[in-house]
């Protein structure tokens, strides 16, 4: 009889087990997303029904704390059947129709994940549009929430560039939705006569929460990336290929005001760049100037003259704060005369309890 382990060979049963991971793992994602899916639109359904007999039929509120106690009796052994669910799941019938739920992949995502979309939104296009973008970029709940809260949906696409005439399409539409304005920095603190290398630094050293505010499809290259011209060496602040457009990108960091000289610099980088790295599966290179504020007509007279493509965006960093959380902020003296009240308050008590 002959050996059965000789008739398979390490190599072909490594593929053979590979292959049959691959197929458990694969099956196991579309069990968890139908299962998902089948759950998100009972909670629709429960959602809808309690609508319709709290508007045709004249039920009040009371019906849900009612209904609460029933089902997590009758269904001891589920979650979800709380208050507050069952009126996070009538605010999910009245933020969409049936259809919407599947047509729009909102079934697509964890329920904790519909839940801040219509807590939080109150536009359904923007909603429609975070839910298409955590499914594509995999957001954690967490994340989804960050975006929501520095309004990512506004800042998309808000750069300005000479794309439609630069690039040619679809690239150019592709490429003018990459490009945010402002970039969200707030994961940066800088003193306020910081340098180009010490944002470029940080940023660096940042570098994961710097490619998650870049967005899908950006790779690192490198910082100060070398590039010799006519014997002569250029270095760019910021090198990234993007895995989705096929081609470079360019970044240039500037600590004030966009000047028009700044499109010209960012001209030749981006020349020398298709010049000396590009190939020819790949696409335009792509320069992106990061400036901490722009005056648009500027922009747009300098990048006129421009045939290479150009976008120009600001960014923001933490130290920035909107005019109206900086109007609410206490000054030094209320901090001071704050902490020598409550250091009164204490000896006051210290000495009652001395009393005592």
Same mark, same amino acid.
């Given at each position: 009889?002959?050996?059965?382990?000789?008739?398979?060979?390490?190599?072909? %049963?490594?593929?053979?087990?590979?292959?049959?991971?691959?197929?458990?793992?694969?099956?196991?994602?579309?069990?968890?997303?139908?299962?998902?899916?089948?759950?998100?639109?009972?909670?629709? *359904?429960?959602?809808?029904?309690?609508?319709?007999?709290?508007?045709?039929?004249? &039920?009040?509120?009371?019906?849900?704390?009612?209904?609460?106690?029933?089902?997590?009796?009758?269904?001891?052994?589920?979650?979800?059947?709380?208050?507050?669910?069952?009126?996070?799941?009538?605010?999910?019938?009245?933020?969409?129709?049936?259809?919407?739920?599947?047509?729009?992949?909102?079934?697509?995502?964890?329920?904790?994940?519909?839940?801040?979309?219509?807590?939080?939104?109150?536009?359904?296009?923007?909603?429609? &549009?975070?839910?298409?973008?955590?499914?594509?970029?995999?957001?954690?709940?967490?994340?989804?929430?960050?975006?929501?809260? +520095?309004?990512?949906?506004? /800042?998309?696409?808000?750069?300005?560039?000479?794309?439609?005439?630069?690039?040619?399409?679809?690239?150019?539409?592709?490429?003018? *939705?990459?490009?945010?304005?402002?970039?969200?920095?707030?994961?940066?603190?800088?003193?306020?006569?910081?340098?180009? /290398?010490?944002?470029?630094?940080?940023?660096?050293?940042?570098?994961?929460?710097?490619?998650?505010?870049?967005?899908?499809?950006?790779?690192?290259?490198?910082? *100060? %990336?070398?590039?010799?011209?006519?014997?002569?060496?250029?270095?760019?602040?910021?090198?990234?290929?993007?895995?989705?457009?096929?081609? %470079?990108?360019?970044?240039?960091?500037?600590?004030?005001?966009?000047?028009? *000289?700044?499109?010209?610099?960012?001209?030749? %980088?981006?020349?020398?760049?298709?010049?000396?790295?590009? /190939?020819?599966?790949?696409?335009?290179?792509?320069?992106?100037?990061?400036?901490?504020?722009?005056?648009? +007509?500027?922009?747009?007279?300098?990048?006129?003259?421009?045939?290479?493509?150009?976008?120009?965006? +600001?960014?923001?960093?933490?130290?920035?704060?909107?005019?109206?959380?900086?109007?609410?902020?206490? +000054?030094?003296?209320?901090?001071?005369?704050?902490?020598?009240?409550?250091?009164?308050?204490?000896?006051?008590?210290?000495?009652?309890?001395?009393?005592?």
């Amino acid at each position: 009889m002959p050996n059965q382990t000789s008739l398979f060979s390490d190599s072909n %049963y490594a593929d053979f087990l590979n292959g049959l991971k691959q197929r458990i793992r694969s099956a196991q994602v579309k069990a968890s997303l139908a299962i998902n899916q089948e759950l998100i639109r009972l909670y629709w *359904q429960i959602g809808h029904e309690i609508l319709i007999r709290q508007q045709e039929q004249g &039920w009040g509120g009371k019906v849900i704390e009612r209904l609460a106690k029933d089902l997590k009796r009758e269904f001891s052994d589920m979650a979800g059947f709380s208050q507050t669910n069952l009126k996070y799941m009538r605010s999910f019938a009245e933020a969409y129709s049936e259809e919407e739920i599947s047509q729009r992949s909102v079934d697509q995502l964890p329920w904790r994940h519909n839940i801040v979309l219509f807590t939080k939104l109150k536009e359904r296009e923007a909603r429609f &549009w975070y839910a298409q973008k955590a499914i594509e970029n995999g957001w954690s709940r967490d994340i989804l929430v960050m975006q929501i809260e +520095t309004n990512l949906f506004d /800042r998309q696409g808000g750069a300005i560039t000479n794309f439609a005439r630069s690039l040619p399409s679809p690239q150019s539409d592709l490429a003018q *939705q990459l490009i945010k304005d402002p970039y969200n920095f707030d994961f940066l603190m800088l003193a306020e006569n910081a340098q180009e /290398r010490e944002l470029e630094r940080a940023l660096i050293h940042h570098i994961r929460d710097f490619l998650m505010e870049l967005g899908l499809g950006f790779a690192f290259l490198g910082s *100060q %990336y070398p590039l010799v011209v006519s014997g002569k060496e250029y270095r760019l602040d910021l090198l990234f290929y993007h895995v989705h457009l096929h081609c %470079y990108i360019v970044i240039d960091l500037k600590m004030g005001e966009f000047e028009p *000289q700044h499109s010209g610099q960012m001209s030749f %980088y981006v020349a020398a760049v298709d010049n000396l790295l590009r /190939r020819d599966r790949d696409d335009p290179t792509i320069g992106i100037i990061l400036c901490k504020s722009k005056d648009k +007509t500027t922009v747009e007279f300098a990048l006129q003259g421009s045939q290479q493509p150009i976008g120009v965006s +600001t960014y923001q960093l933490q130290s920035q704060l909107p005019p109206q959380l900086q109007n609410n902020l206490p +000054t030094v003296e209320q901090l001071e005369m704050e902490l020598a009240s409550a250091v009164e308050n204490v000896e006051d008590n210290t000495e009652s309890e001395e009393e005592e």
